[in-house]
């Protein structure tokens, strides 16, 4: 059964809770590339936050269940070190690109940041 979400698309997803202050910086950032398509810094601002959301998806789809299933603190210790280093390689090659795009590159991925992000 699917669900439609923001981009009007019944295809199944996943979504994943974050902060507020990172609900805010992330409307900040994007409503900032839309307003001031001339400012130098969009693609650092822009992959600063796609860091962050990486870092929260990445918590809350693999680190909480690890911690809520109790798996010991060597395991638990293990798996973070694990996603710690997944988080830093993806990191690293999303700001490579994201640095580099024009405006309107960085106006797709805001576009598709805001697909993913749901109301309640």
């Known amino acids: 059964?699917?669900?439609?979400?923001?981009?009007?698309s019944t295809k199944p997803f996943?979504?994943?809770?974050h902060s507020e202050a990172l609900r805010d910086k992330t409307n900040t950032v994007l409503s900032a590339l839309e307003e001031d398509p001339e400012h130098k810094k969009?693609?650092?601002?822009?992959?600063?936050?796609?860091?962050?959301?990486?870092?929260?998806?990445?918590?809350?789809?693999?680190?909480?269940?690890v911690k809520e299933a109790d798996i010991g603190f060597v395991a638990e210790k293990?798996?973070?070190l694990g996603i710690a280093s997944a988080v830093?390689?993806?990191?690293?090659?999303?700001k490579k690109y994201i640095t580099r795009m024009d405006h309107g590159q960085l106006l797709v991925v805001s576009t598709h940041i805001q697909s993913l992000t749901i109301a309640e």
């Open 42 to 65: 969009h693609g650092n601002h822009v992959a600063g936050l796609v860091s962050e959301l990486v870092e929260a998806g990445m918590e809350y789809y693999f680190l909480t269940p």
């Open 1 to 8: 059964m699917g669900t439609t979400n923001n981009s009007g």
């Open 88 to 94: 830093k390689l993806i990191n690293s090659v999303s």
């Open 78 to 80: 293990s798996a973070k």
């Open 14 to 17: 996943l979504r994943f809770y």
